[in-house]
């Protein structure tokens, strides 16, 4: 017997194995919308990997890693006006001129010796962190952080610094409860809520990340990283959307 007649014998009997895409829709009783489902899930999927994969921009490759690393550690307050150094007020404003220029070993060493003058202050502990870090003394910089945390529990950079050390060390679980208490010290840290929303998705919280990452925006509009963080936010999203569909 040939097999187009074996075929057409086992039709007639009702017996033609349904194809694995039928069968998967049979079983949820939606296979009437498999031709209407699977276009939109190679769409959302193009649209993942574009957002995913597209190269970022000159502009946005040194501070967008959104969803690959925490932001650097940040000073306790914005540099000011150029001073005469005569107290550890002075230096300290010193020292963050040294560091918002990029010259870190200076800021360390000025921050050192204001700490020797001051060494109850949490902010000159927290710059003096920030220096370290910058100069890849991460040991130096957790120890400073911690300092820094011993002297006021609450301060919003220090916790948001030493949960970045943490989290660059892979200690995700210990950096995140810290990066809460930054934001519960200051909400409207917008650079806490940037590190929370990497440590949300590395820990596979989407929604979280993309909560997080809405509310930097709202935030920080015009931060040099928006542009990347728009970007990520559509990316998550269509994740989000891919995800919800696999679960029905």
């Known amino acids: 017997m040939s ?42 999927s193009i649209v993942i990997a574009y957002f995913t994969y597209a190269p970022a921009s000159k502009k946005n490759e040194a501070v967008n890693t959104a969803s690959k690393a925490v932001r650097p550690a940040s000073t ?10 005569n107290s550890v007020p002075d230096l300290s404003s010193l020292a963050r001129q040294e560091y918002q ?20 202050s949490a902010d000159l502990q927290n710059d003096l962190g920030a220096a370290a870090l910058r100069l890849g003394k991460k040991k130096e910089a957790q120890a400073a952080f911690k300092k820094a945390l011993e002297l006021d ?39 806490a809520r ?3 929303a990497v440590m949300l998705e590395k820990r596979g919280d989407l929604q979280g990340s993309l909560s997080s990452y809405e509310e930097f925006l709202r935030l920080s509009p015009t931060d040099a990283a928006a542009s990347g963080v728009r970007r990520k936010l559509m990316s998550l999203r269509s994740e989000l959307i891919l995800k919800q569909a696999r679960n029905r």
């Open 101 to 120: 220029a990029g010259r870190f070993t200076q800021a360390e060493a000025i921050l050192k010796d204001a700490i020797k003058k001051k060494p109850a």
């Open 194 to 196: 940037f590190n929370m």
């Open 76 to 85: 306790t307050n914005a540099p000011q006006k150029a001073v005469v150094v």
């Open 3 to 44: 097999l187009i007649h074996q075929a057409l014998k086992k039709l007639e009997a009702g017996k033609s194995p349904a194809s694995t895409t039928e069968y998967a829709f049979k079983k949820t009783g939606t296979r009437a919308l498999m031709p209407f489902v699977l276009p939109v899930l190679v769409l959302i």
């Open 153 to 191: 529990s609450v301060h919003p950079q220090a916790l948001n610094n030493y949960a970045s050390v943490l989290f660059e060390m892979g200690q995700s679980a210990k950096a995140l409860p810290l990066v809460e208490r930054a934001i519960k010290a200051d909400p409207s840290y917008a650079d």
